[in-house]
């Protein structure tokens, strides 16, 4: 967010005069708004979009850096914790796609989020910079920057690693240029980025020297053995993991246990029946190695109030062996409701996948 001396007399801008707003505090009455403004060097380096302000409408009686002032409000952080930076990603991406105007992400991110309008800005403005791979000049935390640089990747796959890589870079001299700071922080955030894309060059190697063998994905859908393999190690589902990770707090999404750490990023959809969901954490579950290895050949599901359903083909000595207890189900107090319900229609699509050959009982 940038302000701009205008002199009152010819209603002309002075690009002299130009500053960051840094902060912005509410009188708690609604009847001012103050700006805490930062000096520029340089030229002004940012874009100018028209953004529709109807949001504010109702909000400046509140203050969102006071202490709550009644049931249910709370103190609004400067720094947002990871599922709210989640959710800004989300709406970031809506913005970026054009599905949704920024005033209405902003009113979200503000009023259901508990984010501050500045730092709301802040993060949709650097997601915006991440998946362009335009120069990010806003601070933001570096576990923050991995959160939006893991989104990005898993939606758009390996082919945005070079956008963000330099988003990132571009933050890390604009940072020791400006403010003299080395951002520390986001240089191994950007080291692990770039041995991502060289490893995303040796697996795309390795699927051009089996091409023959993709032949039959393209021909069939069905993924061959390398795709497969390329896939699982690659920066993409990584990013997915990552993702899945943090949702489901680094637990199964059923037992509500690290399991050892032997837990599995497991798409619901088949990743080789939609591209589009591949990185999608609604179109995943964090599972133990039993059950992700039943549910992805269709011998669990889950039916919509996430109780574990079973195929009429799973006997009860291979069920006793993978743990498959009764009064299993999905964990859904440890996510959202906006994430249950659209994890639920993914597994309505998984239960109509298998169904056919597999029939399910609880």
């Known amino acids: 967010k940038l302000a701009i001396l205008k002199d009152r007399a010819s209603k002309r801008c002075s690009l002299d005069h130009v500053f960051d707003i840094v902060d912005v505090r509410y009188e708690k009455d ?21 953004m529709d302000l109807a949001h504010l409408s109702g909000l400046l009686d509140r203050d969102p850096l006071s202490n709550p002032t009644g049931p249910g409000e709370s103190v609004r952080s400067d720094k947002p914790s990871p599922d709210q930076l989640e959710a800004a990603c989300e709406l970031a991406m809506q913005v970026h796609e054009n599905t949704m105007p920024r005033s209405d992400a902003m009113a979200k991110l503000f009023g259901e ?3 501050k309008e500045s730092t709301a800005s802040v993060l949709l403005n650097n997601y915006r ?21 893991d ?5 758009e796959g390996t082919s945005a690693l070079p956008k963000v890589i330099s988003a990132i870079t571009g933050f890390i001299h604009y940072a020791r240029r400006q403010w003299k700071y080395e951002a520390h922080g986001m240089q191994v955030l950007l080291r692990r980025l770039q041995a991502d894309e060289e490893l995303s060059a040796k697996l795309e190697a390795i699927e051009t020297a089996f091409a023959e063998e993709d032949a039959d994905f393209r021909d069939n859908g069905t993924p061959s053995t390398v795709r497969r393999e390329v896939w699982a190690r690659g920066p993409q589902h990584a990013a997915f993991r990552r993702r899945l990770f943090r949702r489901w707090k680094d637990a199964c999404s059923v037992h509500g246990s690290a399991c050892n750490g032997q ?52 006997d009860a000595g291979t069920a006793k062996h993978f743990g498959v207890v009764s009064d299993l189900r999905l964990e859904w ?15 309505k699509r998984h239960r109509e996948c298998h169904s056919a050959a597999h029939g399910y009982t609880v």
């Open 30 to 50: 609604g009847s001012a708004f103050w700006l805490k403004l930062g000096l520029r060097q340089g030229d002004i380096g940012t874009e100018v979009e028209p």
């Open 263 to 314: 837990l599995i990023a497991s798409h619901i959809v088949a990743w080789s029946l939609d591209e589009s969901l591949r990185g999608d954490p609604d179109n995943g579950l964090l599972l133990s190695v039993p059950l992700d290895s039943l549910f992805d050949r269709g011998l669990i599901s889950f039916d919509n109030d996430g109780v574990l359903v079973r195929s009429r083909k799973l």
């Open 333 to 347: 107090n440890r996510i959202t409701r906006r994430a249950r319900d659209r994890i639920m229609l993914n597994l």
């Open 113 to 115: 989020q508990g984010i």
């Open 151 to 155: 989104s990005v990747i898993a939606i």
């Open 129 to 149: 910079c991440l998946a362009t791979g335009t120069e990010i000049r806003s601070p933001m935390s570096a576990e923050g920057m991995a959160i939006f640089a």
